[in-house]
């Protein structure tokens, strides 16, 4: 059964520093999303991603923040200079129009 | 705005027993519902989800869902729970969209302990 793949599962990185999520949705998919949960909290959508552009945005999707599409397969999320407070876990998920699938999610420690 | 409510943070439940999980949704316009459950450590799965049509839809897993627009309510059942069905519930709404998923709105989640 096609899923979405994340890497990886978990990183760790220095405050300031930037961080790259990386995901492959499923292949015939057109749509294409990442959210985050901070531990303890509910998932929060950040952006949606279709024909090569930021289809939706939500308010923590600031200018830190940036996706791409590099190659027609993989789908990522950048983060530029982190901090603290985005220490959470981080999901993809694609869509082909009336469902999301997840993927298992990128758990960021920003130290 | 949409916005999402499961009014029950912790659901415990005997093995066997049944089940019910609630959710309020608030929303301008024909809801697309969604349920997902997250077990420890993994990702969203989802279990069933409400787009149209018959107001009770069917998932996996033996679940279901009834929506009722009069009451903006879109609970999650199960006549049976067995162990392996403990972990976190999400109910969520998005609208109608070409994606069907953009700005998916979840709620706080229920978290499910199964007692023997």
């Known amino acids: 059964e096609p899923e979405v793949t994340q890497t990886p599962s978990h990183q760790v990185t220095q405050m300031g520093q930037e961080v790259i999520l990386r995901c492959v949705p499923i292949s015939n998919h057109l749509y294409f999303y990442w959210y985050r949960q901070i531990l303890g909290q509910k998932v929060e959508f950040l952006v949606s991603?279709?024909?090569?552009?930021?289809?939706?945005k939500s308010e923590i999707f600031d200018d830190q923040f940036s996706v791409e599409r590099p190659d027609g397969s993989n789908f990522t999320l950048k983060i530029r200079s982190t901090k603290l407070e985005d220490s959470a876990m981080y999901f993809c998920?694609?869509?082909?129009?009336?469902?999301?699938?997840f993927g298992q999610g990128t758990r960021l420690t920003v130290v | 705005a949409q916005s999402v409510t499961q009014p029950d943070i912790h659901i415990t439940v005997s093995e066997g027993a049944s089940l019910e999980l609630r959710c309020n949704y608030s929303y301008g316009a024909t809801p697309y519902l969604f349920w997902y459950v997250q077990s420890p450590g993994q990702g969203l799965q989802l279990l069933l989800k409400?787009?149209?049509?018959?107001?009770l839809v069917q998932g996996i897993k033996g679940f279901e869902a009834e929506f009722k627009r009069s009451q903006s309510s879109f609970n999650l059942r199960k006549p049976s729970v067995h162990w392996s069905d403990a972990a976190e519930y999400f109910c969520?709404?998005?609208?109608?969209?070409?994606?069907?998923?953009?700005?998916?709105?979840f709620g706080k989640g229920t978290h499910l302990i199964i007692q023997p």
């Open positions: 409400y787009f149209s049509g018959d107001t």
């Open positions: 998920a694609s869509s082909l129009g009336t469902e999301a699938f």
């Open positions: 969520a709404v998005g609208r109608d969209s070409g994606g069907g998923a953009d700005g998916l709105t």
């Open positions: 991603f279709y024909n090569n552009e930021i289809s939706e």
